[in-house]
């Protein structure tokens, strides 16, 4: 019983510890960092999403959704939505049912506590994404084991024929799924028909359009999305605004259209590469009717977000990085100077201050390039940031100044053999 005690009572007891003390650390009823929903509410919604787990065990679909399981919406009380209450209560009645009769149904037992405590690991106030489908794979591993026990029990030709039907009709299922999944444009297409109210399954979709040159395919696909899914989504928008920036159709006037759509819009750290790709292509030209100081506004007023205001959070600081852009590209370097300074002012971001290095060495602003160099350079030296997780080697950092430091030179060698006036 000490050794029971010790060694399967202790560790789990343990974690859970760990755990309720990072749990009230991060604050249960405040956001994740980087998520939209809280611990509290991602406990809710866990029992609403075990349910749906079961439900595609026993009522299997040809398909889901797949990967795009963002349109999961949140349980934000017990009785918001009210399937909340009768999933837990769903939950506990199967719990109850298997310790209670764990002796005279001991294959039951089996497999209900072993899907429970499976999905212990991730199904909890763990901030993980809300439903992805692999979880339940080790955790459905007995589910059908008194199924079979019962089945067992018939004549063995029934059985045998029960099993065969059973086992070609998963056959056909997992056929059909490979085949839709053996091709990405079909996969997001299917996802994206399955799952209307997914963000990531419509702009995977509209995107995979665009790259085929189906572009308005594309943009309908985007404003279908951006009609009938509630709220401002700015994977939605953004990638609009980017797929008419580079087809030539992005003007001021829709800009400012849509400019509202960005007011208090918190800046979802995993679209950071599609903001950039939308502000380069202002930038570079793509879309001449559109000025590149035209999208500062709408992107400022992204900080009156709690979220986004936060000096040390991601978002603050990215969002300060994109002004320090556009105010550079506007010839304003003393505005841009201040907004990239305010978004290096909350935590030390090795590639952060390397992209900044990159954009003033870029418009031929050596000085200040080398100077945010130094700085970045200073962080892994002085050990203020873990270099194994600086996402910049020191070596990288030498390599950028010896090269900013060689244009530098041959433009000064450049202008000094030129003729005076």
Same mark, same amino acid.
């Given at each position: 019983?000490?050794?029971?005690?010790?060694f399967?009572a !202790?560790?789990?007891?343990?974690v859970?510890?760990?755990?309720?003390?990072?749990?009230?650390?991060q604050?249960?009823?405040?956001?994740?960092?980087?998520?939209?929903?809280?611990?509290?509410?991602?406990t809710?919604t866990? !029992?609403?999403v075990?349910?749906?787990?079961?439900?595609?065990?026993?009522?299997?679909?040809?398909?889901? $959704?797949?990967?795009?399981?963002d349109?999961?919406?949140?349980?934000? !009380?017990?009785?918001?939505?009210?399937?909340t209450a009768?999933?837990?209560? &769903?939950?506990?009645?199967?719990i109850?049912?298997a310790?209670?009769?764990?002796?005279?149904?001991?294959?039951?037992?089996?497999?209900?506590?072993?899907? +429970?405590?499976?999905?212990?690991?991730?199904? &909890?106030?763990?901030?993980?994404?809300m439903? +992805?489908?692999?979880? *339940? +794979?080790?955790a459905?591993?007995?589910?059908?084991?008194?199924i079979?026990?019962?089945?067992?029990?018939?004549?063995?030709?029934?059985?045998?024929?029960?099993s065969?039907?059973v086992? =070609?009709l998963?056959? &056909?299922?997992?056929h059909?799924s490979?085949?839709?999944?053996?091709?990405?444009? #079909?996969?997001?297409?299917?996802?994206?028909?399955?799952?209307?109210?997914?963000?990531r399954? /419509?702009?995977?979709?509209?995107?995979t359009?665009?790259? $085929?040159?189906?572009?308005?395919?594309a943009?309908t696909?985007?404003?279908?999305?951006?009609?009938?899914?509630?709220?401002?989504?700015?994977?939605?928008?953004v990638?609009?605004? +980017?797929?008419q920036? *580079?087809?030539?159709l992005?003007?001021?006037?829709?800009?400012?259209?849509?400019?509202?759509?960005? /007011?208090?819009?918190y800046?979802?750290?995993?679209?950071?590469? =599609?903001?950039?790709?939308m502000?380069?292509?202002?930038?570079? !030209?793509?879309?001449?009717?559109v /000025?590149? $100081?035209?999208?500062?506004?709408?992107?400022a007023?992204?900080?009156e977000?709690?979220? *986004?205001?936060?000096?040390? @959070?991601?978002?603050h600081? %990215?969002?300060y990085?994109?002004?320090?852009v556009?105010?550079?590209?506007?010839?304003?370097? #003393?505005?841009a100077?201040t907004?990239?300074? &305010? @978004?290096?002012?909350?935590?030390?971001?090795?590639?952060?201050?390397?992209?900044i290095?990159?954009?003033?060495? *870029? %418009?031929?602003?050596?000085?200040?390039?080398l100077?945010?160099? #130094?700085d970045?350079?200073a962080?892994?030296?002085?050990?203020?940031?873990?270099?194994? @997780?600086?996402?910049?080697?020191?070596e990288?950092?030498?390599?950028f /100044?010896?090269?900013?430091?060689?244009?530098?030179?041959?433009?000064?060698?450049?202008?000094?053999?030129?003729?005076?006036?």
């Open positions: 019983r000490g050794w029971c005690i010790l399967f !202790g560790p789990p007891v343990a859970l510890a760990y755990l309720v003390v990072i749990a009230i650390g604050g249960v009823f405040e956001p994740l960092p980087r998520q939209d929903y809280s611990i509290y509410e991602r809710l866990q !029992g609403r075990l349910v749906d787990y079961l439900r595609h065990w026993f009522v299997p679909d040809m398909y889901t $959704a797949g990967v795009f399981q349109h999961v919406i949140k349980s934000t !009380g017990l009785l918001s939505p009210v399937t009768l999933s837990w209560f &769903t939950h506990g009645a199967l109850a049912a310790v209670v009769w764990r002796r005279r149904w001991p294959l039951f037992a089996l497999a209900v506590l072993f899907f +429970y405590a499976a999905h212990v690991l991730e199904s &909890t106030f763990v901030g993980l994404e439903y +992805y489908e692999h979880r *339940n +794979y080790l459905a591993a007995f589910l059908f084991l008194p079979i026990a019962l089945l067992a029990k018939l004549d063995k030709w029934v059985f045998a024929a029960i065969v039907a086992l =070609l998963f056959a &056909t299922f997992t059909r490979a085949t839709i999944w053996s091709n990405y444009p #079909d996969m997001v297409a299917a996802a994206a028909e399955k799952a209307p109210t997914s963000i399954a /419509q702009a995977r979709y509209a995107t359009l665009y790259n $085929a040159q189906h572009y308005a395919e943009l696909v985007l404003d279908d999305a951006i009609r009938n899914i509630p709220g401002a989504h700015a994977e939605l928008f990638n609009r605004l +980017y797929m920036c *580079n087809l030539g992005l003007t001021d006037d829709e800009l400012a259209r849509v400019a509202p759509d960005f /007011q208090g819009l800046f979802r750290p995993g679209l950071f590469s =599609l903001y950039n790709a502000i380069e292509s202002v930038v570079r !030209g793509n879309c001449p009717a /000025q590149p $100081a035209s999208l500062r506004a709408p992107l007023s992204m900080l977000n709690p979220l *986004n205001a936060a000096s040390d @959070s991601f978002s600081a %990215r969002i990085y994109f002004l320090g556009l105010d550079l590209e506007a010839g304003n370097l #003393d505005r100077t907004s990239f300074d &305010t @978004s290096l002012s909350g935590t030390p971001d090795a590639i952060l201050g390397m992209r290095a990159r954009q003033f060495a *870029n %418009r031929g602003h050596t000085e200040e390039a100077r945010y160099a #130094d970045v350079a962080l892994l030296l002085g050990g203020r940031i873990d270099a194994a @997780s600086a996402g910049v080697a020191i990288e950092v030498d390599a /100044q010896s090269a900013v430091r060689a244009d530098r030179d041959a433009q000064q060698d450049s202008d000094s053999d030129r003729p005076d006036p």
